[in-house]
């Protein structure tokens, strides 16, 4: 089993910075590819960023991306998502997913964590 828990998720102004963590437990996580996700109340749940394993190849979603930055730590067993020029609309809860996947942008990943609450604030 892999363990997932993010953190770093608080209240800002529109224009500041977050970084969010997602720390992970079990032996194949490192083979992984790790996403971040969002979901505001009454909404679906959105794709925001991807990683694969080794972090040679990342992914983001238009709405984030120049402003969103995925990377990870294998030796942390971590993912981070540095996060400018926060803008109301990016008020979410923030979930990471990792698994063994063939498209980075769904959500058919195998293991999720709780989520972080981000509030962006105009």
């Known amino acids: 089993q892999v363990q997932l828990v993010e953190s770093g998720g608080g209240l800002v102004q529109a224009g500041g910075s977050l970084r969010l963590s997602c720390a992970a437990s079990?032996?194949?996580?490192?083979?992984?590819?790790v996403a971040w996700f969002r979901q505001a109340p009454g909404k679906e749940r959105d794709f925001v960023a991807a990683?694969?394993?080794?972090?040679?190849?990342?992914d983001y979603a238009d709405s984030v991306k120049g402003r969103f930055t995925i990377s990870r730590d294998n030796a942390k067993m971590t993912v981070y998502l540095q996060m400018n020029s926060l803008k109301p609309d990016d008020t979410a809860v923030y979930y990471c997913?990792?698994?063994?996947?063939?498209?980075?942008?769904?959500?058919?990943?195998?293991?999720w964590g709780q989520g972080t609450q981000v509030t962006v604030s105009s």
């Open positions: 079990g032996r194949t996580f490192s083979i992984y590819t």
């Open positions: 990683i694969n394993w080794n972090g040679g190849i990342t």
């Open positions: 997913g990792s698994g063994l996947v063939g498209n980075y942008r769904g959500t058919e990943y195998k293991y």
